[in-house]
Antibody, heavy 121, light 107 residues
Framework: EVKLVESGGGLVQPGRSLKLSCAAS????????MGWVRQAPGKGLEWIGE????????NYTPSLKDKFTISRDNAQNTLYLQMSKLGSEDTAIYYC??????????????WGQGVMVTVSS | DIVLTQSPATLSVTPGESVSLSCRAS??????IHWYQQKSNESPRLLIK???QSISGIPSRFSGSGSGTDFTLSINRVESEDFSVYYC?????????FGAGTKLELK
């Protein structure tokens, strides 16, 4: 069974940093692109970015490129999202998701349960 | 960025009705559109890939169509478990983007 479990969320002060993790199991992590999507309270889905199998290609939505860093550790079957200079606009549920595709990912076929990040003083 | 416009924002229906949800892209994207369902307090679930390709485990009442700029998600005879929010997503160009969603609610 494919399983994605996010962790590392919580309450963080404005301007601070936070690192989220996503533990993957039930599939060969090395064979898949992975991505992050977020959802502000009561709002729609926002694509954050994606990383390929060997971390040689990482794509971000332009507005978050200078704040967020996506990485992965294939030995640990874990995806990461490093977030810096957090503001209230970053308050959201953060989802990790698996993206099938050889050279290019297309859609997300499995999603984690999400982790809440609240930015507030 | 490619903008996806979903309409209507809210659709009120009774169980048994058949419905069509629209997703329009700001430029041509071939069939690089995918549909997700998100129930309240749950993660999104993939329903349809590449505009019309079915997904294993998804009920056959869900179908998709379209190409270019206009896409449709159809639900044949809505069931009570279908009341959710539906999102389209494009993978034609970076950054990938989602539509704002259509909420399917009980009339």
């Amino acid at each position: 069974e494919v399983k994605l479990v996010e962790s590392g969320g919580g309450l963080v002060q404005p301007g601070r940093s936070l690192k989220l993790s996503c533990a993957a199991s039930g599939f060969n992590f090395n064979d898949y692109w992975m991505g992050w999507v977020r959802q502000a309270p009561g709002k729609g889905l926002e694509w954050i970015g994606e990383i390929n199998k060997d971390s040689s290609t990482i794509n971000y939505t332009p507005s978050l490129k200078d704040k967020f860093t996506i990485s992965r550790d294939n030995a640990q079957n874990t995806l990461y999202l490093q977030m810096s200079k957090l503001g209230s606009e970053d308050t959201a549920i953060y989802y990790c998701a698996r993206a099938p595709g050889l050279r290019v990912p297309y859609y997300f076929d499995y999603w984690g349960q999400g982790v809440m990040v609240t930015v507030s003083s | 960025d490619i903008v996806l416009t979903q309409s209507p924002a809210t659709l009120s229906v009774t169980p048994g009705e058949s419905v069509s949800l629209s997703c329009r892209a700001s430029q041509g994207i071939s069939t690089s559109i995918h549909w997700y369902q998100q129930k309240s307090n749950e993660s999104p679930r993939l329903l349809i890939k590449f505009a019309s390709q079915s997904i294993s485990g998804i009920p056959s009442r869900f179908s998709g169509s379209g190409s270019g700029t206009d896409f449709t998600l159809s639900i044949n005879r809505v069931e009570s478990e279908d009341f959710s929010v539906y999102y389209c997503q494009q993978s034609y160009s970076l950054p990938n983007t989602f539509g704002a969603g259509t909420k399917l609610e009980l009339k």
